[in-house]
């Protein structure tokens, strides 16, 4: 029912190779860590949810239900094997950290922030052929669809849609939105189908049977029979009628997601208007959950980062005047966030929203450097450079003591890290 990527088949082979690994002593388990209860619950929860839907599925008595539990146990399906999979991949970085001690210490690499990423206006054309769409022949095909949106171990779901040859496109509406993705994301994008029983053919079918009996058995026989099919007097009492049942009643189908296409996206792909991708198509027309695709998924992706609105860092500085020597100016309340410096008179200012005094802009190609303490009881500071005009300008900010100013700097560059992703 439901088919795994390779992705998800890759990460299980590693983790069946690390744990032949651990038992043959060749690799020392790592230390105790700091567990991951939220994904371990989540984990739990979408076992029993899973268990939970099989027992039910034989249960369902409509359609409907019968469509929604098995939507249901794709979704735990894909829960499961996406917190197993970042679960194990969590343990393979403690392994890492475990047999490299000397490496991650004070001065490694910084790592950008994490970020929401935001897909919304979901659209998908179809391309059905003449004779379906504008001729309206041959039987009619249905399917129920829905999306299944993934990043890391977070996976969302669209609601399903039923679609025939009266679609011209698969819009989903609303957003879905990934709060703790990170620079390197990758949002994978599954279209699943079902193939649904034939709306007007299947429903017709019994009173064109009932008409032909009526015409060939006789009057009397064939009025028996039609009142049998049609729910008459003389009907079985599942069609509401008292008579004996002369034809076993219709189980419920039970419907069959399977994998139609994907894609996946990541920040390459951000945009701030709407976009066309392309996708893999992963079935093929003999399947019964076959949608006649054009190959093309449309969209908006969106991507902010945490630094545009959490601060970096906040404190009292100086601004120095070019070619000034002392301690500067008049102390400003600073708030390092987004692409600039925000510069106020006061915390008060800061925290009533109001306008600020000064605006320095830091971007991606900012250059921040450290300002030494000089005569005349220059404290220590951060000077931030940028190229405005084909001219380079300088703003000299001068902290309260070298710890402060060193606070500062190490808020600057990380700041930039986090631009430049």
Known sequence: MF??????????AEGSALDMELRRGRCCPPAPAPQEPELQRALERALRVREGARRLLPACSRPEQALETTKTLVLCEARVVAAGGELQRRQEARLRGARRPSEGGPGAERVPCRGTVCISDLRIPLMWK?????RNKGELHRCAVFLLLQVGAEIHDTPTVLVDRTLTDICFEGAVLFPEAGPDFELRLELYSAGLPGGGAQGSAPRKLASRLSTSLGRSSGRRARAALEGGPASPPGTG???ALLLPPPGVPCPRF???????????????????HDLIIAADEQSPCWVPLYGRVCCRLAARPSCMDTPAATGTLRLQAPGA???????????LRGPGLLCYGSAGEAEAGQEPTLTIAVTKDTRVRAVESGGRGQPPGVAVTNRLGGEE????????????????LQAFGQHLCDLGE
């Open 3 to 12: 088919r795994r990527d390779e992705r998800s088949r890759a990460t299980v």
């Open 393 to 408: 300008v300088t703003h000299a900010l001068l902290a309260e003591s070298t710890a402060e100013a060193q606070r500062w």
């Open 258 to 276: 399977q994998l139609l296409a994907h894609t996946t996206l990541s920040l390459a792909q951000v945009h701030d208007g709407f976009r066309t």
């Open 325 to 335: 020597e002392g301690p500067g100016g008049a102390p400003l309340f600073c708030v």
């Open 130 to 134: 003449d004779t379906e769409y504008f």
């Open 241 to 243: 009628g008292t008579g």
